[in-house]
C-alpha cells in the first residue's frame, strides 16, 4: 500500500474541486434536508422520483463546468442522508436506476470525469433517514442491522464497479441526537472494518474523516482552516449556508471576490476548497453558480501558477471574507523559494510587507512577467516594491511573484517596538 504522503501527494496538487449535491431534494428545490427538517414521511418523499429527470448529457455539463472553474477534481453526492443513491445497487430499491429516470447517474458522472481528465470522488452518507433504527438503534435492532448491512454492501458496489476512484467522502456519521464523541459513530459504522475493505478495493484512494475514524483528510465545512493533524479540505457552498443541494431561492449568494479568497486562503494554508454547486433537477446548474465559477476560473488561467502545487507559505498576511485582518493586502502562497503575493486590496504604486526575513531577488506581476523595483531592507524586514500600476492590474485579486534567495521566511520580532525608530 502506498504511504499517505505517497497517496495525498495528487490532492494537495490539485487544490480545487468541485462538489456536486445532487438527488430528489434536487426536485423539491428546497435545499438537501428538506425530509427530515419537514419531517416528510418515506413513502410521500419516495413520489420525488417521478419527477427526477436528469437531461441526458447533464454529468457533461458538470464537468466542463468544473474545468472552465480550474478545478482538478470532482465530488459526486452518489447519496445523501434521503438514501436515494444515484448507483445500481442490488441492496437498495430506491435508486434512479429502479426508478425516476432508470439510469445510474454515478456511471455517467464517473465516465465524464474521466474523459475530462478530471479526478473522481464520490461521497457516501452512511446515515439514511428511512432507518428507524439510525434514530434508535436500541428500540429498532433490526432496522439497525438493516441499515449496516446496507451501507457495507453499497460502499463495496461503489468501490468495485466504477474504476479507480480517488476519494471517498463519508457524511452522516454522526449519531441521532448528537449525544457521542467520534469514537462512538466509528464504532456504530463499523468504521474499522469498512474502511479496511475499502482499502482493499482501492488501494490509494484518500478517505475523510467523517465516520468518525480518523483517515487521510479532515473536511470543515463552511469555513477554511488548516488541518489539526492531517491535510484539510475545506467544502463551501456558493449561496447560504446548508443549503447544499439547489435551493430554488437562496440568499446571500457569496461573490466570485470572495469564494477567490477562501480559495487562496486554503491554499496558503497547505489545504483544498471543494466548492459546492446544486444542480436543478434536471441537472442544469444555475446561471448564479456558472458565472462566479466561471470568474474563478478566467482568474486561475492566469495565475494557476500561485495556487495549484503550492505550499503554505510563512510570510505575514491573510484574506478571509469577513475576517478581521491587519495584514491588508492577501495571503501568500509559495513554491520552493517563490512567494506569490495574492493581493485582494490593492495598495496603489507602493507595496509594502512586512517581516520578510529571507532576501528578495526580483519581483514581478504574475499576469504579465513585468518587473518592478524593490528594497528589501535585511534590518528591519521592510519589502518596499514601487513602480505599481495605480489600479488593481486584476479586478480580482493581483498576484505579485516575489523570488527569493531561499525558502522565505518570516523574521522574528524580539523587539516589537524596534520599527518605531528604524
Ligand atoms: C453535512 C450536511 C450535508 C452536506 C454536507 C457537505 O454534513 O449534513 O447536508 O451534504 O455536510 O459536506
Redesign the pocket.
Known amino acids: 500500500m502506498e504511504t499517505y504522503e505517497e497517496r495525498i501527494k495528487w490532492f494537495r496538487e490539485a487544490r480545487f474541486g468541485i ?1 456536486i ?1 445532487y438527488g430528489l431534494y434536487s426536485v423539491a428545490g428546497r435545499g ?2 428538506t425530509m427530515y427538517s419537514e419531517r416528510i414521511p418515506a413513502a410521500e418523499y419516495a413520489k420525488l422520483a417521478d419527477s427526477f429527470l436528469p437531461e441526458p448529457g447533464c454529468a457533461k455539463e458538470w464537468m466542463e463546468t468544473a474545468k472552465a472553474a480550474g478545478a482538478n477534481y470532482v465530488v459526486l ?1 452518489t447519496r ?2 434521503e438514501g436515494f443513491c444515484l448507483f445500481d445497487s442490488q441492496y437498495s430499491d430506491f435508486t434512479s436506476v429502479k426508478l425516476g429516470p432508470h439510469r445510474d447517474i454515478v456511471r455517467e458522472y464517473v465516465d465524464a470525469a474521466r474523459e475530462a481528465g478530471l479526478h473522481v470522488g464520490l ?1 457516501y ?1 452512511l446515515l439514511d433517514w428511512r432507518f428507524p433504527g439510525y434514530f434508535e438503534p436500541e428500540k429498532y435492532p433490526q432496522s439497525k442491522e438493516a441499515l449496516l448491512r446496507q451501507v457495507h454492501g453499497q460502499v463495496r458496489e461503489l468501490m468495485t464497479n466504477y474504476g479507480k476512484i480517488e476519494v471517498l ?1 463519508y ?2 456519521g454522526w449519531d441521532a441526537d448528537l449525544s457521542e464523541g467520534r469514537p462512538q459513530w466509528a464504532e456504530f459504522w463499523k468504521a474499522e472494518e469498512l474502511n479496511a475493505m475499502v482499502r482493499e478495493l482501492q488501494p490509494g484512494i484518500i478517505i475523510n474523516d ?1 465516520s468518525g475514524k480518523d483517515e487521510d483528510i479532515e ?1 470543515p ?1 463552511q469555513v477554511v482552516r488548516a488541518g489539526k493533524s492531517k491535510m484539510t479540505e475545506s ?1 463551501m457552498c456558493i449561496g447560504d449556508s ?1 443549503c ?2 439547489y435551493t430554488r431561492f437562496n440568499p446571500n449568494w457569496k461573490s466570485a471576490e470572495q469564494l477567490l479568497q477562501y480559495l487562496v486562503q486554503a491554499a496558503q494554508l497547505g489545504g483544498n476548497y471543494l466548492l ?1 454547486i446544486g444542480p436543478e433537477a434536471n441537472g442544469r446548474i444555475r446561471n448564479e453558480e456558472l458565472e462566479r465559477l466561471q470568474a474563478i476560473g478566467s482568474w486561475l488561467k492566469v495565475n494557476g501558477e500561485a495556487i495549484y502545487n503550492s505550499s503554505s507559505c510563512d510570510l505575514i498576511g491573510a484574506s478571509q471574507p469577513g475576517l478581521v485582518d491587519l495584514n491588508l493586502q492577501g495571503p501568500w502562497t509559495r513554491k520552493e523559494n517563490i512567494g506569490y503575493w495574492c493581493i485582494f486590496r490593492w495598495p496603489g504604486e507602493v507595496a509594502t510587507a512586512v517581516r520578510v526575513g529571507t532576501p528578495v531577488k526580483s519581483v514581478s506581476l504574475l499576469a504579465t512577467g513585468k518587473t518592478y523595483p524593490f528594497e528589501w531592507n535585511s534590518k528591519t524586514g521592510r519589502l518596499t516594491i514601487s513602480g505599481l500600476p495605480k489600479l488593481p492590474p486584476d479586478p480580482l485579486c493581483s498576484v505579485l511573484k516575489v523570488e527569493f534567495e531561499d525558502v522565505p521566511r518570516r523574521m522574528a520580532e524580539p523587539d516589537l517596538a524596534a520599527w518605531i525608530n528604524s
Open positions: 462538489y449535491h438537501e434536508w453526492t445523501h442522508h461521497y452518507s467522502e457524511d452522516g467523517r473536511t465545512e467544502c446548508c447544499w443541494g459546492n
